[in-house]
Structures are given as structure tokens and as C-alpha cells.
């Protein structure tokens, strides 16, 4: 089945710097890959997301990279601010699965002002 | 997205017995999932509910001790049966909203329910 790491596990940033958060996943029938926020005691919710035709996907802030060939994508955040603070979770989807995703470990980003 | 919820929003519960937790949706949606997630730890996913037919389970989850039951396309329940401290964690359900002209699923999130066992 897919499995998908996530790196880092933790991510310190100064306001106003950038984030990124990387995963790799195995599968190469992997067609979806979204990200998701997950604040304390919150629902994760879903930010952004890619499919395997595009390379590259920006949402203000957010962006989202993918590289099929090397089997890994990366989120990155701009101009990070406190708001940012949360647990991230990156996903991948397998083609035809009905929307059954494999998750990563998560990254808990700390945003100091 | 969808609006989803879920009751009970967390619960208290002894060893041995069993709470179901049910899922609504605003929609008719085909794939409903449930998932476990351990505090600080990521999700991980039980079970597949598809209207009108058995629950698939993912390996490590049985359906004697997770059944789940799916009667239309906006609810579904999932029981967790004779409880042991080991259960206790948040229990999400999840659905998946196909994308227009897309083969590929969105996925949103109910809010989840606490469970403790004690």
C-alpha cells in the first residue's frame, strides 16, 4: 500500500519567514495529494491541494510543489504570522480509491512573533 | 466542502461497554470514512463505508470491534464495542466529494469525537 513520510516532525519560524514541510510518498498510482491544518482541538481542514498534472499550485500565502518523478511534494507558506501555528498533515490518494488517503506523521509549526 | 457533524462530541465511558458515534452530512456523499487519531498523532484510517454494502476495514481493525453502519448517503455510525482504556481518543468521520470533470476525491472532516475509558 502507499506510505508517506513526512519531514520535519517540528518546525520553529520567526514571523514573517518561510515554511516548508516536505513528504515523499511509495506509490507511483498516486493522483491527489492535499494538505491539511489541524488546529489544537480542531477538525483537520483542508488548504490546498495538487493533482499529478500540475507541478505547481499558490493559494496566497501557500503554495504546493510536486515532483512525480522523485515522488515528493512540499508545502510551502510565506510571510508566516501567528495564525499559522497548527499541525500539518500532508496526504496522498491512490487513483480510482475513492478518495482513500494515507497520511503522514504531521508537522507541528511554531510561529513566534 | 460539506457540513459535517458528529454526536456525541465527547463522552466519558467505563471499560466494557460500547458508544456509537454518529456522522450526518449536509449532502448525499458516496465514501464515508472513520478514522482514530491518538493525541499527537496522526490519522489513522478504520474503515471505508459505502451505502448499501459491508464497511472495508483497514488492517488492525476489525469489525467485531469497530461495526459501522452506512443506511443512506448522509449518515453513518461507528461503534466502539466492549472498551478498554487502550480506545480512548478522538474518532473523526470524514467524506469524500468528488470533483467535477476530475478523478480525484475532496476530503473534509467532522469534528470529531473525544472518547475517554476509563
Known amino acids: 500500500g502507499e506510505n508517506v513520510e513526512q519531514h520535519p516532525s517540528t518546525l520553529s519560524v520567526q514571523e514573517g519567514d518561510s515554511a516548508v514541510i516536505k513528504c515523499t510518498y511509495s506509490?507511483?498510482?498516486?493522483?491527489?495529494f492535499p494538505w491539511y491544518k489541524q488546529e489544537l482541538g480542531k477538525r483537520p481542514q483542508l488548504i490546498i491541494d495538487i493533482r499529478s498534472n500540475v507541478g505547481e499550485k499558490k493559494d496566497q500565502r501557500i503554495a504546493v510543489t510536486l515532483n512525480k518523478t522523485a515522488k515528493h511534494f512540499s508545502l510551502h507558506i510565506t510571510e508566516t504570522q501567528p495564525e499559522d501555528s497548527a499541525v500539518y498533515f500532508c496526504a496522498a490518494s491512490i487513483a480510482d480509491s475513492w478518495g482513500k488517503l494515507q497520511f503522514g506523521a504531521g508537522t507541528q509549526v511554531v510561529v513566534t512573533p | 466542502s460539506a457540513v459535517i457533524s458528529q454526536k456525541p462530541s465527547r463522552d466519558i465511558c467505563q471499560r466494557g461497554t460500547s458508544l456509537t458515534i454518529q456522522c450526518q452530512v449536509d449532502?448525499?456523499?458516496?465514501?464515508m470514512f472513520w478514522y482514530r487519531q491518538q493525541p499527537g498523532q496522526s490519522l489513522t484510517l478504520i474503515a471505508t463505508a459505502n451505502q448499501g454494502s459491508e464497511a472495508t476495514y483497514e488492517s488492525g481493525f476489525v469489525i467485531d470491534k469497530f461495526p459501522i453502519s452506512r443506511p443512506n448517503l448522509t449518515f453513518s455510525t461507528l461503534t466502539v464495542s466492549n472498551m478498554s482504556p487502550e480506545d480512548s481518543s478522538i474518532y473523526l468521520c470524514?467524506?469524500?466529494?468528488?470533483?467535477?470533470?476530475?478523478?480525484?476525491?475532496?476530503?473534509?472532516f467532522g469534528p470529531g469525537t473525544r472518547l475517554t475509558v476509563t
Open positions: 506509490d507511483s498510482a498516486s493522483n491527489y
Open positions: 449532502s448525499q456523499v458516496t465514501m
Open positions: 470524514s467524506v469524500a466529494r468528488h470533483q467535477p470533470g476530475l478523478a480525484v476525491y475532496e476530503q473534509y
